[in-house]
């Protein structure tokens, strides 16, 4: 990435985190009434998969979204609105935190239902193929949605047509409480995309460059015709699986190990890096955060003050 | 409606829907076809067959086995606006798939409030005879017909075989074609060229004014022998096909019921919580007050299909059944109906039951 990218990678992982923690501050209010899974802790992830990525690209998304949607460009009032379940959100309300989509921003679909985004990513890529665009699609899916059936029936369908997709697992050792040794032998993520004959590789979830290395190779491989590419990013979810808290005092893993991820905070990292580079110094970094708390706040508020959709539009859209 | 004979031919079900997607294909660059077989030399029952050498293996997608991915790869396909016909060689099968189907083919339109559209078609056939046992003839639309935001189409004739499967890929949303597998034998007029069954709701196929029947699928077609059996004893019944299970239109069944007072319904399925039953009931919502007699369900029996002959003879609702209920219902004297049900019977009685039957060569 040149500079100008490295600074916009850096603001949209500041604001996606700020936008999580306003989300976390304000959910005690009662006010957003549904299911949040926030992804403070793997900003870099998300962002370092979507740099590379043009506006005719399409990514799918998980229950996760919020970071992968914010990162794609999908519309931030369009998102609270919707946390919200108000008129203007995205859905209109019909599917909250976690059926995000913004078809101008090439964010296809959110699902949460574990995997169930994977094939439809490949199905964005075969239209693509079919229609001859050089256009790819992102699954993006979770350490857990790779012990589904589906992942692997989607890994070898991609493969045999050389579909321009790109698996991206975001490894964050957690399926909810149920750590990854728990549910899987002891084995890189990476070497299901031997068995499926894609090309595979792992980075530090948490660099945002060395993932928007990795998506840049994978992208131009899709565009080529060459098929597509699996990805996994190890980065760590801060708080708890769903919800504003923090839950080590659950036990399901312990305090260090969260701290020594806490260590390796992906914006803090960045920020260092671009101190050093001379990309951004203090001052510019407190005008970045004032500027993206404005825009927080200008969407918080304007999605209290919109209304909720008229109840008589309940069952509209059932069909076409 | 006679129409012109010559722009009309003679064919099986399964032709007509071999004639629909050929036509499908050719108009729209946006269709294509997927799954298990669509390729392959026997192409699905001869509904795909020669068509990959047409138009190719993008737009004739042979699929690895598995039903739940190629699946969900058609469904973003059709949110993309590609218009993707799925096939499942079984309903059994589509059961793998029922994830992709119910949470994301069914939800997309509804989620998105409106923008999304899913043109999505999914032919699921039901296995029937020759000792295909519990888990290849099982008829599920009911696990369809349950969830909002599909359309559940079960086509009883060759026409509309070709013409609701021609509607249901012009068709803006999700829409699950249940193909009787006996009917794809089934003969009948056709129109040629892009001929469109409207997916409209429930078709009378006979007119009378002594019972309402509301059969679906190839229980149609049994239906209309006993329509004939009766007729003969002076027995005329209102029969409906169904066609379109979801979304259910029954303004037209209720309307017939406030005439006849009494209503029997055929399952191709299990009786028990099959159409026949939110028939029965939206019937009884509507003109309780039409009503002489309690309303009558056939279908099948509460346990799954076996396998052997032996077994399997009970297993089905007949012609002669339907003689019988509809007779009964009708206030039909015992004499006719016996003459009406052993007249089936007699039919019947040179043919194995294990095989379609030879009568069925429409026109309807």
Same mark, same amino acid.
């Given at each position: 990435?040149?500079?100008?990218?490295?600074?916009?990678?850096?603001?949209?992982?500041?604001?996606?985190?700020?936008?999580?923690?306003?989300?976390?501050?304000?959910?005690?209010?009662?006010?957003?009434?549904?299911?949040?899974?926030?992804?403070?802790?793997?900003?870099?992830?998300?962002?370092?998969?979507?740099?590379?990525?043009?506006?005719?690209?399409?990514?799918?998304?998980?229950?996760?979204?919020?970071?992968?949607?914010?990162?794609?460009?999908?519309?931030?009032?369009?998102?609270?609105?919707?946390?919200?379940?108000?008129?203007?959100?995205?859905?209109?309300?019909?599917?909250?935190?976690?059926?995000?989509?913004?078809?101008?921003?090439?964010?296809?679909?959110?699902?949460?239902?574990?995997?169930?985004?994977?094939?439809?990513?490949?199905?964005?890529?075969?239209?693509?193929?079919?229609?001859?665009?050089?256009?790819?699609?992102?699954?993006?899916?979770?350490?857990?949605?790779?012990?589904?059936?589906?992942?692997?029936?989607?890994?070898?369908?991609?493969?045999?047509?050389?579909?321009?997709?790109?698996?991206?697992?975001?490894?964050?050792?957690?399926?909810?409480?149920?750590?990854?040794?728990?549910?899987?032998?002891?084995?890189?993520?990476?070497?299901?995309?031997?068995?499926?004959?894609?090309?595979?590789?792992?980075?530090?979830?948490?660099?945002?460059?060395?993932?928007?290395?990795?998506?840049?190779?994978?992208?131009?491989?899709?565009?080529?015709?060459?098929?597509?590419?699996?990805?996994?990013?190890?980065?760590?979810?801060?708080?708890?699986?769903?919800?504003?808290?923090?839950?080590?005092?659950?036990?399901?893993?312990?305090?260090?190990?969260?701290?020594?991820?806490?260590?390796?905070?992906?914006?803090?990292?960045?920020?260092?890096?671009?101190?050093?580079?001379?990309?951004?110094?203090?001052?510019?970094?407190?005008?970045?955060?004032?500027?993206?708390?404005?825009?927080?706040?200008?969407?918080?508020?304007?999605?209290?003050?919109?209304?909720?959709?008229?109840?008589?539009?309940?069952?509209?859209?059932?069909?076409? | 409606?006679?129409?012109?004979?010559?722009?009309?031919?003679?064919?099986?079900?399964?032709?007509?829907?071999?004639?629909?997607?050929?036509?499908?294909?050719?108009?729209?660059?946006?269709?294509?076809?997927?799954?298990?077989?669509?390729?392959?030399?026997?192409?699905?029952?001869?509904?795909?067959?020669?068509?990959?050498?047409?138009?190719?293996?993008?737009?004739?997608?042979?699929?690895?086995?598995?039903?739940?991915?190629?699946?969900?790869?058609?469904?973003?396909?059709?949110?993309?606006?590609?218009?993707?016909?799925?096939?499942?060689?079984?309903?059994?099968?589509?059961?793998?798939?029922?994830?992709?189907?119910?949470?994301?083919?069914?939800?997309?339109?509804?989620?998105?409030?409106?923008?999304?559209?899913?043109?999505?078609?999914?032919?699921?056939?039901?296995?029937?005879?020759?000792?295909?046992?519990?888990?290849?003839?099982?008829?599920?639309?009911?696990?369809?017909?349950?969830?909002? *935001?599909?359309?559940?189409?079960?086509?009883?004739?060759?026409?509309?075989?070709? *013409?609701?499967?021609?509607?249901?890929?012009?068709?803006?949303?999700?829409?699950?074609?249940?193909?009787?597998?006996?009917?794809?034998?089934?003969?009948?007029?056709?129109?040629?060229?892009?001929?469109?069954?409207?997916?409209?709701?429930?078709?009378?196929?006979?007119?009378?004014?002594?019972?309402?029947?509301?059969?679906?699928?190839?229980?149609?077609?049994?239906?209309?022998?006993?329509?004939?059996?009766?007729?003969?004893?002076?027995?005329?019944?209102?029969?409906?096909?169904?066609?379109?299970?979801?979304?259910?239109?029954?303004?037209?069944? #209720?309307?017939?019921?406030?005439?006849?007072?009494?209503?029997?319904?055929?399952?191709?399925?299990?009786? #028990?919580?099959?159409?026949?039953?939110?028939?029965?009931?939206?019937?009884?919502?509507?003109?309780?007050?039409?009503?002489?007699?309690?309303?009558?369900?056939?279908?099948?029996?509460?346990?799954?299909?076996?396998?052997?002959?032996?077994?399997?003879?009970?297993?089905?609702?007949?012609?002669?059944?339907?003689?019988?209920?509809?007779?009964?219902?009708?206030?039909?004297?015992?004499?006719?109906?016996?003459?009406?049900?052993?007249?089936?019977?007699?039919?019947?009685?040179?043919?194995? #039951?294990?095989?379609?039957?030879?009568?069925?060569?429409?026109?309807?």
């Amino acid at each position: 990435m040149n500079t100008t990218q490295r600074f916009e990678a850096y603001r949209a992982m500041l604001r996606i985190r700020r936008v999580e923690e306003t989300i976390a501050d304000r959910y005690s209010e009662q006010e957003m009434r549904c299911p949040v899974h926030l992804s403070i802790g793997q900003e870099a992830a998300a962002v370092g998969a979507c740099a590379p990525l043009r506006k005719q690209d399409v990514i799918v998304s998980n229950h996760r979204s919020h970071s992968h949607y914010l990162a794609k460009g999908g519309a931030l009032k369009s998102m609270i609105a919707e946390i919200y379940g108000r008129a203007s959100g995205c859905c209109g309300g019909r599917g909250g935190s976690m059926h995000l989509f913004d078809n101008e921003a090439g964010v296809l679909a959110s699902v949460p239902i574990v995997a169930s985004t994977i094939p439809l990513a490949v199905g964005a890529a075969m239209a693509f193929q079919q229609r001859g665009q050089d256009s790819l699609s992102v699954a993006f899916l979770g350490d857990g949605a790779t012990e589904e059936g589906v992942f692997h029936e989607s890994l070898n369908l991609a493969s045999l047509h050389r579909l321009p997709v790109v698996f991206f697992v975001e490894n964050n050792l957690y399926s909810v409480y149920t750590p990854l040794r728990e549910r899987q032998p002891d084995r890189d993520i990476a070497n299901y995309a031997l068995a499926h004959s894609l090309p595979c590789e792992s980075v530090d979830g948490n660099d945002v460059d060395l993932v928007e290395a990795a998506m840049k190779k994978a992208a131009d491989r899709a565009r080529a015709g060459d098929g597509p590419t699996l990805l996994v990013a190890d980065t760590y979810r801060w708080l708890e699986h769903c919800g504003p808290n923090f839950d080590n005092d659950l036990g399901y893993r312990t305090e260090e190990e969260y701290l020594q991820w806490r260590e390796r905070c992906p914006i803090d990292l960045y920020r260092s890096r671009l101190a050093e580079g001379g990309i951004i110094d203090a001052d510019q970094d407190r005008l970045l955060e004032k500027s993206i708390q404005s825009e927080i706040l200008e969407a918080f508020d304007l999605a209290k003050a919109s209304p909720f959709p008229d109840p008589l539009t309940v069952s509209q859209n059932v069909y076409a | 409606m006679p129409k012109p004979a010559s722009t009309e031919r003679q064919q099986s079900g399964a032709e007509g829907i071999r004639d629909a997607l050929d036509i499908a294909l050719e108009k729209n660059t946006s269709v294509f076809l997927i799954g298990e077989g669509v390729a392959d030399p026997k192409g699905i029952f001869g509904t795909t067959t020669g068509l990959i050498d047409k138009y190719g293996p993008q737009r004739v997608v042979e699929t690895p086995i598995a039903e739940n991915g190629f699946t969900g790869v058609a469904i973003g396909a059709a949110m993309m606006g590609q218009r993707p016909v799925v096939i499942h060689q079984r309903v059994e099968f589509a059961l793998l798939a029922m994830e992709q189907i119910v949470n994301n083919a069914a939800k997309t339109h509804y989620v998105s409030d409106g923008a999304h559209s899913l043109p999505l078609v999914v032919r699921l056939v039901v296995g029937r005879g020759w000792g295909q046992g519990p888990l290849h003839s099982q008829s599920l639309e009911t696990l369809f017909g349950y969830v909002p *935001g599909l359309k559940v189409l079960m086509p009883a004739t060759a026409d509309d075989c070709k *013409g609701m499967l021609l509607s249901a890929i012009e068709d803006n949303n999700p829409v699950i074609f249940l193909e009787h597998r006996w009917v794809h034998y089934v003969q009948g007029r056709v129109p040629t060229g892009y001929h469109l069954s409207p997916i409209d709701g429930p078709k009378r196929l006979w007119r009378g004014e002594k019972v309402t029947v509301v059969s679906s699928s190839y229980m149609t077609l049994e239906a209309i022998q006993a329509a004939r059996a009766l007729s003969e004893e002076g027995c005329e019944i209102d029969l409906f096909d169904l066609r379109v299970l979801r979304p259910l239109k029954l303004d037209d069944v #209720i309307e017939s019921v406030r005439r006849t007072g009494r209503l029997l319904v055929v399952d191709t399925g299990w009786k #028990i919580l099959g159409p026949g039953a939110e028939i029965v009931a939206q019937v009884v919502e509507g003109c309780f007050e039409a009503l002489k007699a309690p309303p009558q369900r056939l279908g099948l029996p509460d346990h799954p299909t076996p396998s052997s002959k032996s077994l399997a003879a009970a297993f089905y609702v007949r012609a002669e059944d339907i003689a019988i209920a509809a007779g009964a219902l009708a206030e039909l004297s015992r004499g006719s109906i016996e003459r009406a049900a052993s007249k089936l019977s007699a039919e019947r009685q040179s043919h194995p #039951i294990d095989v379609p039957h030879p009568s069925f060569q429409g026109p309807f």
